[in-house]
């Protein structure tokens, strides 16, 4: 399943004109917001007269006894904190780098949606000067069915007799609002959160005359109220994530340009 990272509507003339259109895509640049939260070690390891190692080891729990001539103490102790990790773009990226190898440095790429005419928005990693990477499989998103919107729009054909013209003006706008499931999938680890996505669009219309066509250009979008899990490949343990992701309005973009990093 293509991700489908905010709602973009397109005209039917799209299709039929969209490889030699003025409208090739829209980039928008993503800011992810994130939180990752599991559990740690609270306390210092201690030996078996309960003095702290000089190492400084963290440990859930300590067992030992003090011995006098009177009396002998035994005490367990056990301690847990929870430790907050953050996810951001640059956390992204070294997961690229470090266990896929996609890209050796992760100085000047960019994370971006990347969308075609009518097609769901898709993730790219994008630097001036490198080929742009689709890294969808590593970072994608479902709707569901369920959704609300508010949408306007308006069609103006004007037919002038003598002499012969013909105009055509089309506006509109939309927003909506509808559940999300994000996933970001690495070799080490599973992420999926859940929350609402935002978006918004509005009409715009490229060519002139008989080429004359309007497109949905994606407005900024923000998936918001995302809570959810990260499971580990080897079983360990599972941890929770929380926070948001928010996405720019597209920009429009010719696509081999883009490519290219150019």
Same mark, same amino acid.
């Given at each position: 399943?293509?991700?489908?990272?905010?709602?973009?509507?397109?005209?039917?003339?799209?299709?039929?004109?969209?490889?030699?259109?003025?409208?090739?895509?829209?980039?928008?640049?993503?800011?992810?917001?994130?939180?990752?939260?599991?559990?740690?070690?609270?306390?210092?390891?201690?030996?078996?007269?309960?003095?702290?190692?000089?190492?400084?080891?963290?440990?859930?729990?300590?067992?030992?006894?003090?011995?006098?001539?009177?009396?002998?103490?035994?005490?367990?102790?056990?301690?847990?904190?929870?430790?907050?990790?953050? /996810?951001?773009?640059?956390?992204?990226?070294?997961?690229?780098?470090?266990? /896929?190898?996609?890209?050796?440095?992760? @100085?000047?790429?960019?994370?971006? =949606?990347?969308?075609? +005419?009518?097609?769901?928005?898709?993730?790219?990693?994008?630097?001036?000067? @490198?080929? @742009?990477?689709?890294?969808?499989?590593?970072?994608?998103?479902?709707?569901?069915?369920?959704?609300?919107?508010?949408?306007?729009?308006?069609?103006?054909?004007?037919?002038?007799?003598?002499?012969?013209?013909?105009?055509?003006?089309?506006?509109?706008?939309?927003?909506?609002?509808?559940?999300?499931?994000?996933? @970001?999938?690495?070799?080490?680890?599973?992420? /999926?959160?859940?929350?609402?996505?935002?978006?918004?669009?509005?009409?715009?219309?490229?060519?002139?005359?008989?080429?004359?066509?309007?497109?949905?250009?994606?407005?900024?979008?923000?998936?918001?109220?995302?809570?959810?899990?990260?499971?580990?490949?080897?079983?360990?343990?599972?941890?929770?994530?929380?926070?948001?992701?928010?996405?720019?309005? +597209?920009?429009?973009?010719?696509?081999?340009? =883009? =490519?290219?990093?150019?």
């Amino acid at each position: 399943m293509k991700p489908n990272l905010w709602k973009n509507t397109a005209s039917a003339l799209t299709a039929m004109l969209a490889a030699s259109s003025l409208y090739a895509g829209s980039v928008a640049s993503v800011t992810l917001r994130l939180t990752e939260s599991t559990t740690a070690e609270a306390l210092l390891a201690k030996d078996e007269n309960g003095k702290a190692l000089p190492a400084k080891v963290p440990v859930f729990e300590n067992d030992f006894s003090v011995v006098t001539s009177s009396q002998s103490v035994t005490t367990y102790e056990y301690g847990s904190k929870i430790v907050t990790y953050k /996810i951001s773009n640059k956390e992204f990226l070294e997961a690229l780098r470090d266990e /896929i190898g996609l890209i050796d440095d992760i @100085a000047g790429w960019s994370l971006v =949606f990347l969308t075609e +005419g009518d097609q769901a928005g898709v993730a790219y990693i994008s630097k001036k000067g @490198a080929t @742009a990477i689709d890294v969808s499989q590593y970072l994608y998103g479902v709707t569901g069915d369920e959704i609300a919107i508010q949408d306007t729009y308006k069609y103006v054909l004007t037919e002038v007799f003598n002499p012969e013209k013909i105009t055509l003006k089309e506006t509109g706008a939309y927003k909506s609002k509808e559940l999300i499931a994000v996933t @970001a999938e690495f070799p080490s680890s599973t992420l /999926i959160v859940y929350g609402t996505l935002e978006s918004s669009g509005r009409l715009q219309t490229f060519g002139t005359g008989e080429l004359q066509y309007s497109e949905y250009i994606p407005g900024a979008g923000n998936m918001k109220n995302l809570a959810g899990t990260a499971e580990f490949e080897n079983g360990d343990e599972t941890t929770i994530v929380e926070g948001s992701i928010s996405v720019a309005a +597209g920009k429009i973009v010719n696509l081999a340009a =883009f =490519f290219a990093g150019s």
